[in-house]
């Protein structure tokens, strides 16, 4: 018996599929308990130059024709048309698939899971977050006996290295991005990963997975880094937290849901998700019984993708030639995806007031009418102020925990207040 | 249709997977697709005081009778007989196999997985290595398209809490084996974890999965940290690394082959393995395709250790209901388990020595005559030192990479210098 593989796009991680496929076949026969065949590999310019490692008379055009014709597809050219409808063509015909498609899966992903079922094939899909880390089949099998109470993710390496250079170098975000770009890090158009586009697509799946339960990627809420300034990056230092873009799902109680979010958020220096530095990625999962977990690793590039690809195909493989089938789509629990008004957050504000008696006390009230409780205020005079009517002063506000429309709305009205000259920074702080 | 469970052992785990077993049904139902029910808790003293969430009437003495009626066998008992025994009966009489049995899977693990394989069923132990952490199956299933160079884990929680607290607090071996006593992360004997123990069984799984190559725990190099001083955690922290107890399992290249020890390592500060703090595990793996993978969690405990149980659980119990095995053992790579004097290692080595010229030479010498080249020295002398004919001072001596004999010996040679007063400190350094 021979699996016969069928490899949809040949960009950087396909090539870099195709290679250890046809080099490193003794080793996944071995592992598989059967030889894997590369039966074709679909581009859409089969005369562009390529990898010497890819044989010419592997490529197709006819790539309806190849996911007919063998026992797995593995996807990786991205994209929702016209990647779905082969994908379902694939599964109708019998084939497994293995996709690294994270678009696909945030936008469509219920439509592909019918379709494994419904067929009685695999649907695999680590590659699509996180890049090399397994999450996907730790989240769905191993803690498959657990409760997910919270996934925390570092998920998108670009405003990772972005923001990790801001906070090492004190650099402003535009700079930042600029050097990012000139290391490859980001994109010559970076919005999909700085407006938050990516991660928001794996913290969708993320949630899907950890909580049983279809989250919509409409529900996520998304904020990305572009308004992350080297001042709000000097006052988490400041404050022995450090920004990172966080992919947040969480189970909320009262009413029971669960809560998918992207946005900039602060955390403490001595969290182990405040290490992660450079373009890594990392997740970081609190389970009822296993308690804290994390895991860390490279989120992109060609051959840590390929590497992930590669371990979807040989489960995969394996059921083709010893039978069974990996996990289905999980959704008995079907929570709905609160809006981000309603979920409890913390925030961390800072403002350029005047100073004089009373203006903390309308801050304070401020406060008080949104029923927002303050932690921790702190207050600094810069320098010398000579001039009594002109005195400026910095307060710095840690609120409690409330509703995110609450803190919304009393960062508006502080805004508003006479004696607020600006309100300098505004950043979400991690809850416990 | 129903998946019938038996438990044997009701210790602090075996109670915590009854509890889960017993409140989660219908959350386990909805992911098995099919109801668990637990047929039986084998015990040795029925009469003993349990928790009110264990049924008096599914206490039974009758291990045997219980594995030969059952589905799955859940195992969290430990040792090795009668364990080997009732496992092997389970699976001859067609039921699959969890168990938390680290001691036995790195003992005899090929027998038992030589009786999966014959009987056709599964045998899953996640939770033997590292405890909540799911380390086991990403190597075995998430990294099989990849080729795995190199492990390092921390994965004896005691041993990490014990020299977290020297590296804290600065007190030495003794004190801070007391104090994870009291807090209980130490037995009253600590001698299976502060000798290694532990740790080695648990490389010696972990290399076995890593390599495709059976790894006899008698093959593993194992050294505790009962020899590690205070002063050599000042050495560490001088020189910006901290000391752990590794457990490092890597290839070998001329000739090929594996290299799976115990011992307490140096690694940079920057690592991330070095933030792991406490009583925390977390396993370091790099990866040919992934590049470095980290997985950071608990490693022991009822409840972690029972969820880890529990997720393996739902595996075997899927395959009982929708068809399909786990992964087999893979030992299709047969490497040899090279001794420890070959394998290529480095030395962080503090000599006390007499301050005049031609000491260094004679240092020097030695290392020269053994082949070890020295990568950085460092000559420090201790305050004022009025006589001229007993002045002291410290050499701090890391060396290249070399075969661990040599280094040994070179250490040997050393001590017995007229020149050197005491051999002060001797630790192995993480390679890169």
Do not use: W
Not at 168 to 188: C, I, M, N, P, R
Not at 371 to 399: H, M
């Amino acid at each position: 018996m021979t699996v016969r593989v069928g490899l949809l796009g040949c960009g950087v991680v396909g090539t870099e599929v195709a290679r250890l496929l046809l080099t490193q076949g003794d080793e996944l026969a071995a592992r598989v308990g059967a030889p894997l065949e590369l039966t074709g590999i679909a581009v859409r310019r089969p005369d562009r130059r390529r990898d010497p490692a890819i044989p010419a008379h592997l490529l197709t055009t006819d790539a309806e024709a190849l996911v007919a014709d063998v026992d797995v597809v593995v996807e990786v050219v991205g994209g929702i048309e016209p990647v779905r409808s082969l994908l379902l063509r694939a599964m109708a015909s019998g084939a497994s698939v293995v996709t690294a498609n994270k678009a696909l899966l945030a936008e469509d992903g219920p439509t592909l899971y019918e379709a494994a079922a419904e067929h009685g094939v695999d649907l695999y899909f680590e590659a699509a977050v996180a890049g090399a880390i397994p999450i996907v089949r730790p989240v769905r099998e191993s803690l498959a006996g657990d409760r997910v109470e919270r996934v925390l993710g570092i998920v998108n390496g670009t405003t990772n290295y972005v923001l990790d250079q801001m906070h090492s170098t004190g650099a402003g975000f535009d700079d930042a991005v600029e050097q990012a770009q000139a290391l490859g890090y980001a994109e010559a158009d970076p919005t999909a990963d700085v407006e938050g586009f990516d991660a928001a697509a794996k913290a969708a799946i993320l949630a899907s997975l950890a909580f049983h339960t279809r989250v919509p990627l409409e529900r996520v809420h998304r904020e990305g880094i572009t308004g992350v300034t080297a001042a709000d990056v000097a006052a988490a230092r400041a404050s022995d937290t450090v920004v990172k873009l966080l992919a947040i799902c969480e189970r909320t109680t009262d009413p029971d849901g669960v809560s998918v979010r992207v946005h900039p958020t602060m955390i403490p220096r001595d969290h182990p998700l405040a290490s992660v530095r450079g373009a890594f990625n990392a997740v970081f999962v609190e389970a009822a019984a296993a308690g804290p977990l994390m895991f860390y690793g490279q989120g992109a590039g060609g051959t840590p993708t390929a590497g992930a690809v590669l371990g979807d195909l040989v489960s995969a493989a394996r059921h083709r030639v010893h039978g069974g089938l990996g996990p289905r789509e999980s959704r008995y629990a079907d929570l709905p995806t609160r809006p981000m008004g309603e979920v409890l957050t913390r925030y961390h504000v800072r403002l350029d007031v005047e100073d004089r008696p009373g203006v903390l006390e309308q801050v304070a009230r401020v406060f008080a009418e949104h029923e927002v409780s303050i932690e921790t205020l702190r207050q600094t005079v810069a320098g010398e102020q000579d001039d009594q009517a002109t005195r400026r002063a910095t307060l710095t506000i840690v609120t409690h925990t409330a509703r995110d429309a609450a803190l919304g709305a009393t960062v508006d009205a502080l805004a508003k207040l006479d004696v607020v000259d600006a309100v300098a920074s505004v950043l979400r702080v991690m809850s416990d």
